[in-house]
């Protein structure tokens, strides 16, 4: 069976497109695609399944690193893909690669957080204040790096400061590692919002 046959078409309705959208609304959107997803790679995952759970984590990473490639959303033109509409095109970001990868786990029955970060100037390309997110998975009692966007598996790039998000907690860990510089702390006014707005989508959702 072709890998095409493996992976569900999108349609239009499941491509999201935020233009000009603050961090709070990309995290929203994020959340409310990582609860869609896992739908279009139930039947690649169990494919991507290795002899250990490292080999697996690696052979998820990989799939994504070899075939779909990298392209920077424009500015103020945000965009996160479902796992059909990313491989339908071949390319997207950092958000569309993290939904994919978490799609994938969720498949495999393996734990797993988004960890989002801040890259000063010339580290990676981002812009200083600029989001970054990736997907960290947990097994055998460690952390494992899932970041297509860089050359190597279970690597992290050090970034100026960042934040774990749990979508099944909605839970934030690493905020004590954060420097409150005026734009962090206009983030999480931000973030506080999107939570709010999240909450308020499950509940309209759930009695639809």
Excluded at 61 to 68: L, M, P, R, T
């Amino acid at each position: 069976m072709s890998t095409n046959a493996l992976i569900r078409p999108t349609t239009n309705r499941q491509k999201t497109i935020y233009r000009n959208g603050d961090t709070d609304d990309i995290i929203d959107v994020i959340l409310q695609a990582d609860k869609l997803s896992a739908e279009f790679t139930q039947d690649l995952a169990p494919t991507l399944r290795g002899s250990t759970t490292e080999k697996t984590l690696h052979s998820v990473w990989a799939f994504v690193k070899e075939n779909i490639r990298y392209k920077r959303d424009k500015a103020g033109h945000e965009r996160i893909k479902s796992p059909g509409k990313l491989w339908l095109d071949k390319s997207g970001d950092c958000k569309s690669f993290s939904v994919f990868i978490a799609s994938v786990l969720q498949n495999l029955g393996i734990p797993y957080k988004y960890r989002f970060g801040y890259y000063p100037t010339g580290s990676s390309g981002y812009e200083k204040d600029v989001n970054h997110v990736f997907v960290v998975a947990y097994a055998n009692g460690r952390e494992y790096i899932l970041d297509a966007v860089l050359d190597k598996f279970n690597y992290q790039e050090p970034f100026e400061s960042g934040f774990d998000l749990d979508p099944n907690s909605k839970g934030i860990s690493g905020i004590e590692d954060l420097k409150f510089s005026p734009q962090i702390i206009q983030f999480f006014k931000w973030l506080k919002w999107g939570l709010a707005g999240y909450g308020l989508y499950r509940i309209i959702k759930a009695n639809s």
